[in-house]
C-alpha cells in the first residue's frame, strides 16, 4: 500500500493512493490506485491502509501483513508514535475498527525500493499525472 502527495511536504497536495493485495506466495491477486484530491502525504498514507483493509476483507478474515513506505503510519500503528494531529486521529481510528474484522493484522516498513511500493508508486503515480494532464 502506498500513497503519496505532490507539492510543498509541508503543506497540502494533491493525493493519491494505490493498494495491491498479494497471497502468501507473493501472486498479486488485486490492484488499485484511486485520485483523492487535497492532502498531505501522511493523510494519504492513511487512506490507502485504509483501502487496503476494506478490500481485502474480500480475500481473507485471518492474518493480514500491511506493508508501507512510512515510517510514521507504521510506528503509529504498532503503538510506537502518539497520533497527535487531529486529521490523522480519525484515520487511525478507523484502521483500528477495520482490524477487528480480521484474526490479526500486522505493519511493517520497508524501504521505497521495495517491488511492491515500487508497483504501488507507479500506479499512484499514474493517477497524479492523469489528474495533473486533465487540469492543465
Known amino acids: ?3 503519496g502527495s505532490r507539492g510543498n511536504r509541508a503543506a497540502l497536495g494533491q493525493c493519491a493512493i494505490a ?11 488485486f490492484e488499485k490506485s484511486v485520485f483523492l484530491g487535497l492532502g498531505s502525504n501522511n493523510w494519504a498514507e492513511y487512506n490507502a491502509v485504509i483501502e487496503g483493509l476494506t478490500v481485502a476483507k474480500n480475500y481473507t478474515r485471518n492474518r493480514v ?9 507504521v510506528n503509529q500503528l ?18 483500528k475498527e477495520l482490524e477487528k474484522y480480521y484474526h490479526k493484522v500486522s505493519y511493517t516498513f520497508v524501504n521505497r525500493t521495495h517491488p511492491m511500493i515500487t508497483r504501488a508508486d507507479s500506479l499512484l503515480n499514474r493517477e ?7 487540469n492543465t
Not at 493498494?19 to 491477486?29: N, P, R, S, T, Y
Not at 501483513?65 to 503510519?73: G, I
Not at 504498532?78 to 481510528?93: E, F, H, P, W
Request: net charge positive; glycine share 6%; charged share 25%.
Open 1 to 3: 500500500m502506498d500513497g
Open 65 to 73: 501483513e500491511v506493508y508501507s513506505d512510512s515510517l510514521l503510519v
Open 19 to 29: 493498494v495491491i493485495i498479494c497471497d502468501f506466495k507473493g501472486q498479486v491477486l
Open 78 to 95: 504498532n503503538g510506537l508514535y502518539q497520533v497527535k494531529n487531529a486529521r490523522l486521529k480519525s484515520l487511525y481510528t478507523r484502521v
Open 128 to 134: 497524479l499525472d492523469l489528474f495533473a494532464k486533465a
